[in-house]
């Protein structure tokens, strides 16, 4: 059984850091590229960052370049997103997300966590 298991979210100041995790299970979590989705009320869920299979490269929306690091332990089978600095606009249900493209996509995604930035 596939689970993607966010946690580390909810409510900080703003300026503030929170570390979010993702443990994957039922899946060859170093064959697939994970990434950080969020999606805030009212609006497209959109990509926050992402990740190679090995972590060797990483991009970032333009909204969290410099504030946000995303990065994996494959030996955890679990990724992780560093966001400091956090903005009220920040605030929105975060996603992990992982893809393996080949023949057939196979993605999955996880349930979500609040992040809430406000004082």
């Known amino acids: 059984q596939v689970q993607l298991v966010e946690s580390g979210g909810g409510l900080v100041q703003p300026g503030g850091s929170l570390r979010l995790s993702c443990a994957a299970s039922?899946?060859?979590?170093?064959?697939?590229?994970m990434s950080w989705y969020r999606q805030a009320p009212r609006k497209e869920r959109e990509l926050v960052a992402a990740v190679t299979t090995t972590g060797d490269s990483t991009n970032y929306a333009d909204a969290v370049k410099g504030r946000f690091t995303i990065s994996r332990d494959n030996a955890k089978n679990t990724v992780y997103l560093q966001m400091n600095s956090l903005k009220p606009e920040d605030t929105a249900v975060y996603y992990c997300?992982?893809?393996?493209?080949?023949?057939?996509?196979?993605?999955?995604w996880g349930q979500g966590t609040q992040v809430t930035v406000s004082s």
């Open positions: 997300h992982a893809v393996r493209v080949g023949t057939t996509t196979w993605r999955y």
């Open positions: 039922g899946f060859t979590f170093s064959s697939y590229a």
